[in-house]
């Protein structure tokens, strides 16, 4: 408990850090049509893709999605969300999946890959580049805004 506590204060001070200068990103965060989710809040993002929340809003579980082949754009997406490097993030996740309290988001290898988990596995929750955004899937959280 305690380092997710102090995860949400290094997350806060290096969200206001890098506030200033933060990236224009083009990402936005998808799930399957039929997930009761219509919006998420920048922190409860950051909740799902940081491990101290399993679950949507409503209580159902989340899996969170990063992809695997793409290191800029997953970089892009820490960055943006939690102003980290994917080094920082990445140390992170091993030091939580160490301690076994929670998981890592699973990892597909491209934005098809993303897109076809999203429209099979309800509880998916993945980012993807706003032009890849078919009818298929529903954005509840676009980075740049």
């Known amino acids: 408990m305690q380092q997710l506590s102090s995860?949400?204060?290094l997350l806060l001070i290096g969200g206001l850090t890098f506030a200033s200068f933060a990236m224009s990103s083009d990402l936005v965060l998808v799930v399957h049509l039929n997930n009761p989710t219509s919006t998420l809040s920048r922190s409860q993002v950051i909740d799902l893709y940081m491990g101290k929340f399993v679950a949507f809003p409503d209580?159902?579980?989340?899996?969170?999605?990063d992809i695997e082949n793409d290191l800029e754009t997953r970089a892009e997406f820490y960055e943006s969300l939690v102003g980290m490097p994917l080094a920082?993030?990445?140390?992170?996740?091993?030091k939580v999946k160490f301690s076994g309290r929670a998981r890592?988001?699973?990892?597909?290898?491209n934005e098809q890959a993303i897109l076809d988990f999203i429209m099979e596995t309800e509880n998916a929750i993945a980012y993807i580049h706003k032009d890849k955004v078919t009818s298929d899937v529903k954005v509840v959280y676009?980075?740049?805004e």
Do not use: H
Not at 59 to 65: H, L, M, N
Not at 88 to 94: D, F, G, H, L
Not at 104 to 109: A, G, L
């Open 59 to 65: 209580g159902s579980k989340a899996t969170p999605v």
């Open 104 to 109: 890592p988001p699973i990892q597909k290898k």
């Open 7 to 9: 995860l949400k204060v």
């Open 142 to 144: 676009r980075l740049n």
């Open 88 to 94: 920082r993030v990445n140390a992170y996740w091993s």
